[in-house]
């Protein structure tokens, strides 16, 4: 009978955690690649699975058979066809019952063979990551049992392996006791989906080992602190020093070269022991909190973050090394600086990356519980119930302990975080002190609270040196943080910017109040990628609800600065832009460039274009140092390229006097519901009715209505803002015009914007002038002030062209989408496209595509033309609004039926609401306005 360890939150026959290396022998050849040293096997490839509906069908001799059908290794086992997918934020797939174990507990058989040549030495087995837990069993007989997905498990197998051939039998459960200790945010899904190895050892052989660095002056101190019971040979810097089991001794670098993300330096230490080598790689530094700062290296350093997950759209959490390196390298060419492991450890090759190319590191423990707060008892009952339950003491205090043993000797991992969204009690404060006791780095704790419990207060008692919040807006962090007097440890927004979709906005608000004082240690952007899925029929990328399941939470896994096959979007731009290392300033004609940089030199070539003409400077600018380039008059743009590549980049943009609108005379005739105006060479039908142009005949051609729009399809953060939306039920509401009278070459509406059975959502005076080519609509608009919803998404006209009007021409920020609160990044200039690509694909279709502050944007078939100016914003987009909101998914939207030019008064901003604030004061369509955009007929300029 297999024993109900799964019921339990404790592993058997483990070897105890310790940091993670791969051991050479002698005769290998230098490397840092595990794959070349000839004592590491890997067991990654083909393997046999036979699954079972329950762990209790899985009959005790399991281990005798051969599995049914193929499966790599690794991987999760949804992707094989079982089991099925799932997608929760916070809820627990099970119903929460702590301790027990769901009742329903699929378990997989995996097998395969492998060689062994024992020759008196040891033989090790190591699972880097199986979700939830797994019993492992070596020729027939059972060896232990692990659990903590994302922890290191290492089994000593020397008694049970034989030369030749040998079998290895594992039995991975879908769910166990742990499992209320692992409800992160993410697909549930189920398998071996780290590597998997053999390490063949010496007989005596080191177990574990601390490196510690310090700065003293200009010099750098390198502890090796001997863990094991073997004496070893460590060397360093050309020196070997011979350490003694349980001992420790220090090397001393004289003109230290730090380690940083910004100069990744490393130096390399050898580790000998009887035929064994490591190759553990160095980087001096020191991350502490001091006189309440976070100092790297002594400095106040900015975490320019994102929090990262496991994900890769068709293998899931089976991420292999090419896929974290192309994340990093991504996230270094976006100036990414720092990376949260959310919420869970990566792969220790994540962290031997990070080293070697230089990201901040917050090493986060494999702990969440969040679904208890959904659970029934609510908030307050919740934060008291896992932290505080004995149960689940020794496993979470296990979660942190893996955590840093693990991880330890990696110069990236700058503060631990003992986890995520799993409240405040007892049992996390043994996981701190179990940290502290270990490791002198700072520690990172977010879900806890000023409450209290008993006679404990937990926020100021908790023995935390660092704040940290979600989603908090500026405001909050000014009033409730910067202007508490009691208040002296540093704050960072471990998680901000929710990048759901069409955004994040209000990136500028953040980084002013971040680069204001050094008490604030920036921000990890939520998220890195969006966990699209890719499998099954269809090509496109599919979220929760998907694949059938009851309880999902749709499209909330859809929220990643870079979309699920890591494609940038304007918000991965605007991401870039702040977190770019050069600042720019302009003072008359000085411009100033300053290396935001403590560490690292920017060495590189600066750009400068003025009035079309464009000149190269090569510079080296020191940390902290700036230089001063001469310009001449008018706008002028500045970029830094290195190697190429555009790091960084700035433009001064003064606004230009709007064309001068010269009004003709008009004659205008009644017909029916239509006033027709004729004037210069064109013909307007007026529809008395709702107030909007019913059509224009101009140069021969005749276009559309031009409907009055106060409509956007919602992006993900008018989640909650569309409820009031719909329940005002905008989508219905439409122009009625009260009255109309001609003036002076005029005709001028009053309206209001209506939905039947409900009073007016709005009030406005229309005034249409006529030029000779064109029309002016001016707006004096006010919403109604018994409608209590906060903002209107936009208010502006949209008109819908054949789809022959493919060709764009403009002047805006572009060529990316643009919108008040986010378009920084952009360069304002002209542009020259086709309609069809104007929609910047989500994965699930929302508003997109609109350019910011315009002089103009002309849409033409090649001969004719109609061309806005005066608004705020323009879109030309090949789907209408309703066809947007309608798609749940990119690949379902319709065949395209034409071309949509909406001009704007005002679009509203897209803030960060799906998790985080609205839009902030000033970026939203105002409640009164006035304004006038105009509409021109013609031919092609
Ligand atoms: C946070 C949580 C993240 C993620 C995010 C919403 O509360 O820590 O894991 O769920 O919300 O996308
Ligand atoms: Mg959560």
Same mark, same amino acid.
């Given at each position: 009978?297999?024993?109900?360890?799964?019921?339990?939150?404790?592993?058997?026959?483990?070897?105890?955690?310790?940091?993670?290396?791969?051991?050479?022998?002698?005769?290998?050849?230098?490397?840092?690649?595990?794959?070349?040293?000839?004592?590491?096997?890997?067991?990654?490839?083909?393997?046999?699975?036979?699954?079972?509906?329950?762990?209790?069908?899985?009959?005790?001799?399991?281990?005798?058979?051969?599995?049914?059908?193929?499966?790599?290794? &690794?991987?999760?086992?949804?992707?094989?066809?079982?089991?099925?997918?799932?997608?929760?934020?916070?809820?627990?797939?099970?119903?929460?019952?702590?301790?027990?174990?769901?009742?329903?507990? &699929?378990?997989?058989?995996?097998?395969?063979?492998?060689?062994?040549?024992?020759? !008196?030495?040891?033989?090790?087995?190591?699972?880097?990551?199986?979700? *939830?837990?797994?019993?492992?069993?070596?020729?027939?007989?059972?060896?232990?049992?692990?659990?903590?997905?994302?922890?290191?498990?290492?089994?000593?197998?020397?008694?049970?392996?034989?030369?030749?051939?040998?079998?290895?039998?594992?039995?991975?459960?879908?769910?166990?006791?742990?499992?209320?200790?692992?409800?992160?945010?993410?697909?549930?899904?189920?398998?071996?989906?780290?590597?998997?190895?053999?390490?063949?050892?010496?007989?005596?052989?080191?177990?574990?080992?601390?490196?510690?660095?310090?700065?003293?002056?200009?010099? !750098?101190?390198?502890?090796?602190?001997?863990?094991?019971?073997?004496?070893?040979?460590?060397?360093?810097?050309?020196?070997?020093?011979?350490?003694?089991?349980?001992?420790?001794?220090?090397?001393?670098?004289?003109?230290?070269?730090?380690?940083?993300?910004?100069?990744?330096?490393?130096?390399?230490?050898?580790?000998?022991?009887?035929?064994?080598?490591?190759?553990?790689?160095?980087?001096?530094?020191?991350?502490?909190?001091?006189?309440?700062?976070?100092?790297?290296?002594?400095?106040?350093?900015?975490?320019?973050?994102?929090?990262?997950?496991?994900?890769?759209?068709?293998?899931?959490?089976?991420?292999?090394?090419?896929?974290?390196?192309?994340?990093?390298?991504?996230?270094?060419?976006?100036?990414?600086?720092?990376?949260?492991? *959310?919420?869970?450890?990566?792969?220790?090759?994540?962290?031997?990356?990070?080293?070697?190319?230089?990201?901040?590191?917050?090493?986060?423990?494999?702990?969440?519980?969040?679904?208890?707060?959904?659970?029934?008892?609510?908030?307050?009952?919740?934060?008291?119930?896992?932290?505080?339950?004995?149960?689940?003491?020794?496993?979470?205090?296990?979660?942190?302990?893996?955590?840093?043993?693990?991880?330890?000797?990696?110069?990236?991992?700058?503060?631990?975080?003992?986890?995520?969204?799993?409240?405040?009690?007892?049992?996390?404060?043994?996981?701190?002190?179990?940290?502290?006791?270990?490791?002198?780095?700072?520690?990172?704790?977010?879900?806890?609270?000023?409450?209290?419990?008993?006679?404990?207060?937990?926020?100021?008692?908790?023995?935390?040196?660092?704040?940290?919040?979600?989603?908090?807006?500026?405001?909050?962090?000014?009033?409730?943080?910067?202007?508490?007097?009691?208040?002296?440890?540093?704050?960072?927004?471990?998680?901000?910017?929710?990048?759901?979709?069409?955004?994040?906005?209000?990136?500028?608000?953040?980084?002013?109040?971040?680069?204001?004082?050094?008490?604030?240690?920036?921000?990890?952007?939520?998220?890195?990628?969006?966990?699209?899925?890719?499998?099954?029929?269809?090509?496109?990328?599919?979220?929760?609800?998907?694949?059938?399941?009851?309880?999902?939470?749709?499209?909330?896994?859809?929220?990643?600065?870079?979309?699920?096959?890591?494609?940038?979007?304007?918000?991965?731009?605007?991401?870039?832009?702040?977190?770019?290392?050069?600042?720019?300033?302009?003072?008359?004609?000085?411009?100033?460039?300053?290396?935001?940089?403590?560490?690292?030199?920017?060495?590189?070539?600066?750009?400068?274009?003025?009035?079309?003409?464009?000149?190269?400077?090569?510079?080296?600018?020191?940390?902290?140092?700036?230089?001063?380039?001469?310009?001449?008059?008018?706008?002028?743009?500045?970029?830094?390229?290195?190697?190429?590549?555009?790091?960084?980049?700035?433009?001064?943009?003064?606004?230009?006097?709007?064309?001068?609108?010269?009004?003709?005379?008009?004659?205008?005739?009644?017909?029916?519901?239509?006033?027709?105006?004729?004037?210069?060479?064109?013909?307007?039908?007026?529809?008395?009715?709702?107030?909007?142009?019913?059509?224009?005949?101009?140069?021969?051609?005749?276009?559309?209505?031009?409907?009055?729009?106060?409509?956007?399809?919602?992006?993900?953060?008018?989640?909650?803002?569309?409820?009031?939306?719909?329940?005002?039920?905008?989508?219905?509401?439409?122009?009625?015009?009260?009255?109309?009278?001609?003036?002076?070459?005029?005709?001028?509406?009053?309206?209001?914007?209506?939905?039947?059975?409900?009073?007016?959502?709005?009030?406005?005076?229309?005034?249409?002038?006529?030029?000779?080519?064109?029309?002016?609509?001016?707006?004096?608009?006010?919403?109604?002030?018994?409608?209590?919803?906060?903002?209107?998404?936009?208010?502006?006209?949209?008109?819908?062209?054949?789809?022959?009007?493919?060709?764009?021409?403009?002047?805006?920020?572009?060529?990316?989408?643009?919108?008040?609160?986010?378009?920084?990044?952009?360069?304002?200039?002209?542009?020259?496209?086709?309609?069809?690509?104007?929609?910047?694909?989500?994965?699930?279709?929302?508003?997109?595509?609109?350019?910011?502050?315009?002089?103009?944007?002309?849409?033409?078939? !090649?001969?004719?033309?109609?061309?806005?100016?005066?608004?705020?914003?323009?879109?030309?987009?090949?789907?209408?609004?309703?066809?947007?909101?309608?798609?749940?998914?990119?690949?379902?939207?319709?065949?395209?039926?034409?071309?949509?030019?909406?001009?704007?008064?005002?679009?509203?901003?897209?803030?960060?609401?799906?998790?985080?604030?609205?839009?902030?004061?000033?970026?939203?369509?105002?409640?009164?306005?006035?304004?006038?955009?105009?509409?021109?007929?013609?031919?092609?300029?």
């Amino acid at each position: 009978m297999l024993k109900p360890y799964y019921k339990d939150t404790k592993s058997v026959g483990t070897t105890p955690a310790r940091s993670y290396y791969i051991p050479f022998s002698r005769a290998d050849k230098k490397s840092y690649d595990r794959e070349d040293s000839s004592r590491f096997t890997s067991l990654c490839g083909a393997w046999k699975i036979t699954p079972y509906e329950s762990v209790l069908d899985v009959p005790d001799d399991f281990y005798n058979n051969d599995g049914a059908d193929d499966i790599a290794v &690794p991987s999760c086992v949804q992707y094989y066809g079982y089991d099925y997918f799932q997608y929760t934020n916070d809820r627990f797939p099970f119903p929460y019952d702590p301790p027990r174990v769901p009742e329903r507990n &699929p378990a997989y058989h995996y097998s395969r063979y492998f060689d062994c040549k024992v020759g !008196g030495e040891k033989t090790y087995i190591v699972f880097e990551g199986v979700d *939830s837990c797994f019993y492992i069993f070596v020729n027939g007989k059972a060896v232990g049992y692990s659990q903590i997905s994302h922890r290191i498990s290492e089994f000593d197998i020397t008694d049970y392996v034989k030369d030749g051939k040998n079998k290895l039998d594992v039995l991975v459960l879908k769910w166990n006791m742990g499992s209320y200790l692992e409800d992160q945010d993410k697909w549930r899904f189920t398998g071996i989906f780290r590597d998997v190895y053999l390490l063949r050892r010496p007989q005596n052989h080191i177990t574990d080992y601390k490196i510690e660095t310090r700065i003293h002056g200009a010099d !750098g101190i390198v502890a090796f602190i001997n863990k094991s019971d073997v004496q070893v040979a460590v060397t360093f810097g050309g020196e070997t020093q011979s350490v003694p089991a349980r001992a420790q001794s220090e090397f001393t670098v004289k003109n230290a070269r730090l380690w940083s993300a910004e100069t990744p330096f490393l130096y390399d230490m050898v580790i000998q022991s009887d035929d064994e080598v490591i190759y553990n790689r160095v980087g001096i530094r020191v991350t502490e909190v001091k006189d309440g700062l976070y100092l790297f290296n002594g400095k106040p350093i900015k975490f320019y973050g994102v929090n990262r997950h496991d994900f890769h759209p068709e293998k899931g959490y089976a991420v292999s090394r090419e896929d974290m390196l192309t994340d990093i390298e991504l996230m270094k060419s976006l100036n990414v600086n720092a990376v949260r492991t *959310s919420h869970y450890p990566s792969s220790p090759l994540f962290y031997e990356m990070c080293d070697e190319y230089g990201l901040y590191v917050m090493s986060e423990a494999d702990l969440e519980s969040h679904g208890f707060v959904k659970s029934d008892g609510g908030y307050d009952w919740a934060m008291q119930a896992i932290p505080q339950d004995k149960n689940f003491e020794q496993s979470i205090v296990e979660r942190s302990v893996c955590n840093v043993e693990e991880h330890k000797n990696f110069a990236c991992v700058v503060m631990w975080s003992l986890g995520n969204e799993s409240g405040w009690g007892a049992n996390e404060k043994r996981a701190l002190e179990a940290v502290v006791a270990r490791d002198d780095r700072p520690v990172h704790y977010e879900s806890i609270y000023p409450y209290v419990v008993g006679d404990e207060e937990y926020y100021n008692g908790s023995g935390l040196k660092t704040v940290s919040r979600m989603y908090s807006t500026p405001d909050w962090i000014v009033n409730e943080y910067l202007n508490d007097a009691k208040e002296t440890r540093p704050f960072m927004l471990c998680e901000y910017a929710h990048a759901m979709g069409n955004g994040p906005g209000g990136l500028k608000e953040y980084w002013e109040l971040f680069e204001s004082t050094d008490r604030l240690m920036g921000g990890f952007i939520w998220e890195w990628a969006d966990h699209g899925v890719k499998y099954g029929a269809g090509d496109g990328f599919k979220y929760g609800g998907d694949f059938g399941e009851n309880l999902h939470d749709g499209n909330f896994c859809i929220d990643g600065i870079v979309s699920p096959d890591r494609q940038f979007k304007a918000g991965s731009l605007q991401m870039k832009y702040y977190y770019q290392p050069l600042k720019f300033e302009r003072a008359d004609n000085k411009l100033t460039v300053t290396n935001k940089n403590f560490f690292g030199a920017q060495t590189g070539e600066l750009v400068i274009t003025q009035n079309g003409k464009a000149q190269k400077r090569g510079v080296c600018i020191p940390p902290r140092e700036s230089i001063v380039m001469d310009l001449t008059d008018g706008d002028a743009t500045a970029q830094y390229y290195v190697g190429g590549a555009e790091v960084a980049r700035a433009q001064f943009v003064s606004d230009k006097p709007r064309a001068k609108f010269v009004c003709e005379k008009i004659k205008t005739e009644l017909h029916g519901h239509a006033l027709i105006v004729t004037s210069g060479d064109n013909e307007y039908r007026l529809d008395v009715q709702s107030g909007e142009v019913e059509s224009v005949r101009a140069g021969g051609a005749e276009y559309g209505r031009i409907s009055l729009n106060i409509l956007r399809a919602p992006i993900d953060n008018d989640m909650y803002i569309r409820q009031k939306w719909d329940a005002r039920y905008l989508k219905f509401a439409r122009p009625c015009a009260r009255g109309y009278r001609v003036e002076k070459d005029s005709v001028i509406f009053d309206i209001i914007v209506a939905a039947d059975s409900l009073v007016p959502v709005i009030d406005a005076t229309l005034t249409y002038s006529f030029c000779k080519s064109g029309v002016r609509v001016a707006i004096d608009y006010k919403v109604n002030d018994v409608t209590k919803f906060e903002f209107l998404p936009r208010i502006g006209w949209t008109l819908k062209l054949d789809r022959s009007y493919d060709k764009l021409k403009y002047n805006a920020y572009g060529d990316g989408e643009t919108y008040s609160d986010m378009y920084e990044y952009a360069i304002k200039g002209e542009y020259e496209c086709s309609v069809k690509d104007e929609y910047k694909h989500y994965v699930k279709p929302q508003e997109s595509g609109s350019h910011y502050l315009p002089d103009y944007a002309e849409v033409s078939d !090649g001969k004719r033309a109609v061309r806005v100016e005066g608004m705020t914003s323009f879109s030309a987009l090949p789907y209408s609004t309703a066809q947007l909101e309608n798609a749940a998914h990119d690949y379902e939207l319709p065949e395209r039926d034409g071309t949509y030019l909406s001009a704007d008064y005002y679009m509203s901003g897209l803030g960060t609401n799906a998790c985080g604030p609205l839009p902030f004061d000033g970026y939203v369509t105002p409640n009164a306005g006035a304004d006038a955009i105009c509409f021109y007929f013609g031919e092609k300029r």
